[in-house]
């Protein structure tokens, strides 16, 4: 009996590695929320942690790209890079500029952050939003930051989940969005990141309906988290794959993240538990 079950899911991993991993035209998105000089927890992934995965990027020859080259890639069959990756932060959090923008310089890696737009520090602070989730980057550090390493996209006003939102609440939050964006003078990619990872997964129609109005809007990738890889080109551009990357995983489920296989291998991990 364990043999037929190691014979199993020895065939089934072979299965996905052949079919799934970035060597094999998928594209590992990674998603990232806060960052800190020392800390670590599911939503922080410290400056050391940081530096070895940059490092290991660099070293196995993978390239990050940038929202704008995924898009060029989909829409006009621009080529990527080999073993390309993608590195995303959610929110915009006031770190991302103070503890990882440096590293982005050092190591030369690309990153495209979802910013809460109702959260962003302003001088005169005109149209934030109260903010129970920490501190957020300032405008002047957001433009600094798409001079050279940085691209971002849209993650809401006030990080509301479009899955508890109406189809018109959703269109005018998507306005709001991007005109504070705007009228900070932060330029933004036509992309958005749905919060808390997802976006009406049992109501098909409604979803259909999503697209339609991300489209209306002029948003051309959207991403989920799903921990799967896309392979390239991807299927439908508004519904992206990304992996959740955790600053509680060890270094080797990191590099299991960029190979695509951490959903398998989450599954296993629970059977065995
Ligand atoms: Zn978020």
Redesign the pocket.
């Known amino acids: 009996m364990i043999y037929l079950l190691i014979g199993i899911i020895t065939l089934v991993a072979l299965v996905l590695f052949f079919k799934m991993g970035s060597l094999f035209n998928g594209l590992p998105v990674l998603n990232y929320h806060k960052t800190s000089v020392n800390d670590s927890d599911f939503l922080t992934v410290s400056a050391a942690q940081l530096r070895q995965q940059f490092a290991y990027l660099n070293k196995k020859g993978y390239k990050t790209i940038f929202i704008s080259e995924l898009l060029g890639h989909i829409e006009q069959k621009k080529p990527l890079p080999a073993k390309p990756v993608m590195i995303t932060l ?2 915009g959090y006031r770190d991302n500029y103070t503890v990882l923008y440096p590293l982005l310089k050092e190591y030369n890696i690309k990153a495209n952050i979802f910013l ?1 737009a109702g959260f962003i520090q302003s001088p005169d602070n005109k149209h934030i939003a109260p903010n129970p989730m920490g501190e957020f980057m300032h405008v002047e550090e957001a433009v600094e930051m798409t001079k050279d390493m940085v691209q971002f996209g849209l ?1 809401t006003y006030t ?1 509301q989940s479009y899955s508890k939102l109406s189809l018109p609440e959703i269109d005018e939050d998507i306005k709001k969005t991007k005109h504070r964006l705007k009228e900070l003078g932060i330029p933004v990619q036509p992309c958005h990141a749905y ?2 990872g997802a976006y009406n997964q049992k109501d098909d129609n409604k979803r259909v309906a999503m697209f339609e109005l991300l489209k209306q809007n002029e948003i051309r990738l959207a991403f989920r988290v799903s921990n799967w890889v896309d392979k390239l080109p991807v299927i439908n551009p508004l519904f992206v794959s990304r992996i959740h990357l955790s600053g509680v995983f060890p270094f080797w489920k990191f590099k299991v993240c960029v190979w695509g296989f951490i959903k398998v291998f989450n599954r296993f991990e629970k059977i065995f538990k």
């Open positions: 959610d929110d809460v993650h990080h919060t808390f």
